[in-house]
C-alpha cells in the first residue's frame, strides 16, 4: 500500500474530490484510478522553492532526476547555508544550467538574508504571495502557482503556464487536440473552487509516478 495512506489529507480534500466527481465525467473517472494517493507538501518553503526552480522547462522524469543530484551535491534537507557553501561549479557538475544555479543561489541569499519572511504567506491571499514571490530572481508565476500547490497546499490553483496541465486537458477533453489557454479555463469553470484538486489528478493521468506526493 501506498506510504502516502500515513500522511494527512488536505483538509479540503474529500469535499472537493465530490464536488469534481459530481460536476465533470472525466474526472469522475480519472479520480477512482489514484484513490490512495493526494497532494502532500515537498517540505519547507525554501526546499518547495528550489524544486521548483530546479524543474524549470524540463519533464517531471528529468526533474527528478537533477533534485536527486542537487540533493548528493548539498545534502538530503537542503538549506539556504547549504547552497551557499558549495561552489557554483559543484552545482554545475551536478547538471544545473549557469542561469538555474544563478537562480538557486539567489533564493539562498534571499532566505538567508531574510529578505523573504515565509512565515507571512500563509496568511497572505493566493496573488499576493504570487506578487512576493515574483521579485525573487528566477521565480516566474509557474514557479510561484507551484508554490502556492506544493507547499501552502492553496485549493483553488490553476497553473495555466504548466504544460503537464494543457497536455492532459488536451488528451482527456479535446482527443488530444491542442488546447488554448481560454480553452483550458473553460474547462476548469466546473472545478472551482477546487482547480488544484483538478490539476493534481489531471497531473496524475499523465505521469503517475512523478508528481511530487
Sequence with gaps: MSADIAVAKPHYWEEAVAHLMRRDRILKKLIPQHAEVWLTSRGTPFVTLARAIVGQQISNKA???????????????????GVLGVQTEALRQAGLS????????????????????????????????????????????????????????????LPLDDLGLLKAISLHYFSGEPVSRFE???????????????????????????VPN
Excluded at 63 to 81: C, N, S
Excluded at 139 to 146: D, F, Q
Excluded at 184 to 210: D, G
Aim: hydrophobic fraction near 40%; aromatic fraction near 12%.
Design 98 to 157: 549557469q542561469r538555474k544555479c544563478e537562480y538557486l543561489q539567489d533564493l539562498a541569499v534571499h532566505f538567508g538574508e531574510r529578505r523573504v519572511r515565509p512565515e507571512k504567506w500563509t496568511v497572505m491571499d493566493d496573488e499576493s504571495v504570487v506578487s512576493e514571490l515574483v521579485g525573487i530572481r528566477g521565480i516566474g508565476r509557474w514557479t510561484a502557482e507551484m508554490f502556492l500547490i506544493f507547499n501552502l497546499q492553496r485549493p483553488d490553483v
Design 184 to 210: 483550458a479555463r473553460e474547462v476548469s469553470s466546473a472545478w472551482q473552487p477546487w482547480r488544484t484538486v483538478a490539476t493534481w489528478y489531471l497531473w496524475r493521468s499523465l505521469e503517475p509516478k512523478s
Design 63 to 81: 526533474g527528478d532526476a537533477l533534485w536527486q543530484r542537487l540533493l548528493d551535491t548539498v545534502g538530503k534537507r537542503p538549506t539556504p547555508a
